[in-house]
């Protein structure tokens, strides 16, 4: 017993046993690698189902997949490129981005292409981002942004939302001195807002000069509202922002993971120093090219989903449910928190009928299921089944 202590015996005899506890806890520790503690933070990002319930048909509404499929002059060229699987691809992808550059009139050599959008979201943190420097983000952002910001040892910094849009004023009173990369959706996944020009505008005005603004416009070719701007114009005048881009969305190449940024041409040579040398396949390459030459394809898309996107949110709202005003190619809809209405509830009951929307917990949005804008019957079969499950005892 120590002097002076009332403590009982029995304590001293309890101290070996907890330095070998905690022993053995350390040796745990350091008989294998541990990754940094960020890392641990992340929680994995999870896909939409892909499933239902066997003997239905499947309606995949949760990956926000355009209903057209690629085009026929994409699945050509990436046939003929099977013929030569032997050959590495151009680890520039100078044809691909060549393309991109010709169709937006663009700089090629300030265009860096990536494993999808995906790929280069992750690739601009970890060239900007280091341990304990800041990342901004808007509240129902994109998920990969918190993951990217933890995967470089930064720390996410949240900016709310009002009515479930970007705020540029909260998200400029977010900005410290450690702050070095702000992330904005336009538009955003998974509520379908949008910032007009001029908001996004006001964003890039009050960043200060060495803070990077990237503008992820995954969705900007569903936009039809005449104040939209993807941030090309943006990115033309400023040395401190990048546009991200995707094919997965209207172009229907999801499979083959193709996205490619427009950024100032000193941003564009960090991005090639970090990425890797072949990280774009000859498939995509080829592929992507021919998407981007078929403008028909994308107009029939773009048509379908505004027509569709209106119809389902008349329609949906005409139930009782709430619907979030979207520009992209699906909807947000919110259920009531009464048991058996809830949007978990419709969920399971839109699966065992074969809808497969996708579940929006991880955003914060427990009452919601996202929507993708399918074809007219997925669609029509949604509203029917929703209708049913609103309207039943």
Known sequence: MRRGSNTPATFDRDIPERFEEIAMTIQTKNDRPQPRAGVLKIEAYVPGKSKATGGVKLHKLSSNETPFGPSPRAIEAYAACGRHLEAYPDGSA?????????????????????????????????AYVGPGDEGVFSEYGFLVYRIAILAAG??????????RVADVDAMLACVTERTRIV?????????????????????????????LLVLDAAYAEYVTNDDYASGIELVASRENVVMTRTFS?????????????YAPARIADALNRVRGPFNLSAAAIDA????????????????????????????????????TPSVG?????????????????ADAFLSMRGYILRAVNAYGLPDCLRMTIGDQEANRGVIAALKEFMTHA
């Open 94 to 126: 100078t044809a691909l981005r060549e393309e991109i550059a010709r169709k937006f009139n663009l700089d090629p050599a300030r265009i860096v292409c990536g494993a999808g959008s995906d790929e280069l979201l992750s690739l601009l943190t970890q």
């Open 154 to 163: 930064g720390v996410p910094v949240v900016a709310p939302e009002q009515n």
């Open 183 to 211: 992330f904005l959706a336009n538009p955003n996944n998974p509520t379908g807002t949008y910032l007009p020009r001029a908001e996004v505008q006001r964003l890039a005005d009050g960043l200060p000069r060495h803070v």
């Open 249 to 261: 969305k209207i172009h229907g190449l999801a499979a083959l993971r193709i996205g490619w940024c």
């Open 288 to 323: 992507g090219v021919a998407a981007l030459r078929d403008d028909a394809h994308v107009a029939k898309s773009v048509a379908h989903n505004k027509e569709w996107l209106e119809i389902v949110t008349r329609e949906l709202r005409a139930l009782g449910l709430s619907v």
């Open 329 to 345: 190619n699906f909807v947000l809809i919110d259920f009531p928190k009464t048991p058996g209405k809830t949007a978990a509830d």
